[in-house]
């Protein structure tokens, strides 16, 4: 789905040929969200109306089942677009984008955002969905959830709704808490039943695996302890809701805690239409030091933070929540194939105290009587695959500049690239 993502989200003139080109060559098949045809037939018209009522996805025209792009003619848009405009109920053409190919033809990419697209959308008087491998009539259950949702907000504009601006669950005083997550679809059957115990055991092994984990272990290893934890169950567990805890227990020096917190979370009501379960990750980390006076002339022991071990754990974090054995977990525990996971938006940071007087502020400056800062509510570029590592790195630094610039500091974007140099001289 990360790939899928960027090109649903991504400005219309991001879309080239070479981007299309590795999309069809990573794709081992098509899927729920992805669709090759060779040229126009009625069977486009009838993906659209099944990708609009499901999850969304891509529809690529010019690129045959075997993923050899043939290219049509521009005029196939205008097939498209007027078969659309003839077929569906209400009336609704989706985004048909041409992308020029090396051999003078074009693909016809076809974007079918579930946040624009009204639902059910129906053709020829039936609502059709996606299922592996084809397109089918939407049976009683789920053209009700439909036509429930058709009074509310579009799907993903909810989803982000939900995440951003929400900040970590924290007891007792901290340093620093942050938050990231995604809200995936639910599949009616999941809507009925409490969350699989095997399956929450899966996620936390599979947590354990990744480079959540190892970016905790990291930090704990800059601050002179060795640690081997692992994410298990902890707090307030119940039918549908999990949490998984990993922690570094209290040791003197400058870290005091570290820990992790991993939310699994299905509405309280049984059945209910439009379900979704949310997933989020909570890291909180606290020391021992006090932050800096500003009444007094010279710094405390604070500022402890140091911008790479900041940049270190923020990659680690988003490098495992979309990692594949991470989505293949939360895709079993919502009823989901893999494809229709979501990757993170939205970040939270948060902080006890002002932010200035937690990062190390080599090669900072504070701006004069700048505003207190606790924090910041980010949101990552839409076109951004986490999945790709220089992609991602690009991301945590403009979030890291955007923390940085709202504290009142200047010199981030510097000091950033002398990480990018040298990182071994902090």
């Not at 298990?232 to 119940?238: D, F, H, K, S, T």
């Not at 405390?300 to 923020?314: D, H, M, P, Q, V």
Request: proline fraction near 5%.
């Amino acid at each position: 789905m990360a790939a899928i993502a960027t090109i649903l989200q991504c400005p219309p003139d991001d879309i080239t040929f070479a981007r299309i080109s590795q999309l069809v060559q990573d794709s081992v098949s098509e899927s729920l969200v992805l669709e090759f045809k060779e040229q126009y037939t009625k069977r486009v018209v009838e993906s659209v109306a099944a990708m609009a009522n499901s999850y969304g996805g891509v529809i690529l025209v010019g690129v045959t089942d075997d993923r050899k792009i043939v290219g049509v003619d521009e005029r196939e848009k205008v097939r498209i677009a007027d078969a659309c405009w003839k077929s569906f109920e209400p009336v609704w053409v989706p985004e048909i984008i041409d992308v020029a190919t090396d051999s003078g033809k074009y693909i016809q990419v076809i974007r079918v955002d579930t946040a624009t697209c009204p639902r059910p959308l129906l053709r020829n008087g039936a609502a059709h969905v996606r299922i592996p491998g084809a397109n089918a009539y939407a049976d009683r259950a789920h053209l009700a959830r439909l036509l429930q949702e058709g009074s509310q907000s579009p799907v993903s504009s909810r989803r982000l709704e939900s995440l951003t601006g929400s900040a970590p669950a924290t007891s007792g005083t901290y340093d620093f808490a942050l938050r990231t997550g995604m809200v995936i679809p639910l599949a009616d059957p999941e809507s009925w039943r409490p969350l699989s115990e095997r399956k929450v055991d899966d996620l936390a092994s599979s947590l354990d695996e990744s480079s959540i984990a190892r970016a905790l272990e990291q930090w704990c290893g800059h601050n002179g302890a060795t640690v081997s934890s692992s994410f298990r169950r902890a707090g307030l567990n119940r039918a549908r809701r999990a949490q998984l805890e990993w922690s570094m227990p209290p040791a003197s020096g400058s870290l005091k805690e570290i820990r992790a917190v991993a939310r699994v979370v299905l509405p309280q009501e049984y059945g209910q239409p439009l379900s979704d379960l949310t997933f989020t990750l909570d890291v909180i980390g606290s020391s021992d030091l006090e932050f800096y006076d500003e009444s007094n002339s010279e710094p405390a022991t604070g500022n402890w933070l140091k911008i790479s071990w900041l940049r270190e754990l923020l990659d680690g974090v988003l490098e495992g929540i979309t990692s594949p054995t991470v989505v293949a977990s939360l895709a079993s525990l919502a009823g989901v194939v893999p494809e229709v996971v979501p990757q993170p938006r939205t970040l939270s940071l948060k902080s006890d105290g002002n932010i200035a007087n937690l990062l190390d502020l080599s090669g900072l400056v504070r701006i004069s009587d700048n505003d207190f800062s606790s924090g910041a509510d980010l949101v990552a570029d839409p076109s951004t695959n986490f999945e790709i590592t220089e992609q991602r790195h690009q991301q945590v630094d403009y979030w890291i500049t955007q923390i940085s610039a709202d504290a009142g500091l200047i010199g981030m974007e510097g000091r950033l690239e002398q990480l990018q140099r040298s990182p071994q001289n902090e």
